[in-house]
């Protein structure tokens, strides 16, 4: 009786915060995210909830922390913030209402994630494994259809990564590279051998972020982009610059 009292008080206070929402941002609330345009200044953002599962692998020396689970959650989004948010500057062209308002203007891309134990659109796992060794790795992954991600520890920190058996490498922050996933990006762009050269037509970009470097480019808006049409007809968004 007291659960269902309690879920009956939260879905009205998700409802709400919608209809606050709703009024402030055209939204494209979907499985994968809460897309935003707020309709003032014509800024886009991302929300993701993240449900996270945290796992001591083998090779950590201790489990996870209280201090350590808010610590990551704290480096993720200075990650965030210093390799993707405000980075990427959109525009609109067409003939509707909105791009009347907004035309020629720099629209900035903005991706948030909060912590929560319900209504994850992502469920993420992450790995502790032994922060001090350098050979300790575990490779990180999504499952775009089902909304999972795995991670680990080391993540959040910048690593050296190599194309194939080529001396061309760069360092890369995992979890940086993993949001470009996240956000619909779902190509790797990189060979993990000489012999798979071919299948990956930006193999040779190796300092982009979706291959092995930090650098973000236009072309992994794609996702985004669409779903921007689809919430205002008449409209076509496009990425205006990228600072690198």
């Not at 206070?13 to 209809?19: E, K, Q």
């Not at 308002?101 to 991706?111: P, Q, V």
Request: proline content about 1%.
């Amino acid at each position: 009786m007291g659960n269902s009292h309690d879920e009956a008080i939260q879905q009205a206070y998700d409802a709400y915060d919608d209809l606050m929402l709703d009024k402030r941002y055209l939204r494209d609330n979907d499985a994968w995210g809460d897309l935003r345009i707020d309709r003032e200044n014509g800024a886009i953002s991302l929300l993701l909830r993240w449900k996270y599962n945290w796992i001591k692998r083998w090779d950590a020396k201790t489990d996870w922390t209280d201090l350590e689970k808010n610590a990551f959650h704290g480096k993720v989004i200075f990650v965030i913030n210093q390799t993707w948010n405000n980075k990427i500057f959109l525009s609109v062209s067409g003939k509707s209402e909105f791009v009347s308002k907004f035309n020629g203007k720099d629209l900035s891309f903005t991706i948030e994630i909060i912590q929560t134990d319900r209504h994850g659109y992502w469920d993420v796992v992450v790995f502790k494994i032994d922060n001090d060794d350098p050979n300790s790795f575990r490779q990180s992954s999504i499952v775009w259809n089902s909304r999972y991600v795995e991670l680990d520890s080391k993540d959040i920190v910048a690593a050296a990564k190599c194309l194939g058996s080529s001396k061309v490498c760069h360092e890369q922050i995992g979890l940086s590279h993993e949001l470009g996933h996240i956000i619909g990006y779902l190509a790797d762009e990189y060979y993990s051998d000489d012999a798979d050269k071919a299948t990956t037509p930006f193999s040779g970009d190796a300092s982009a972020l979706m291959n092995i470097g930090m650098e973000l480019r236009s072309r992994y808006m794609g996702n985004v982009i669409e779903r921007l049409n689809r919430m205002v007809p008449g409209s076509n968004f496009f990425v205006k610059s990228v600072k690198k």
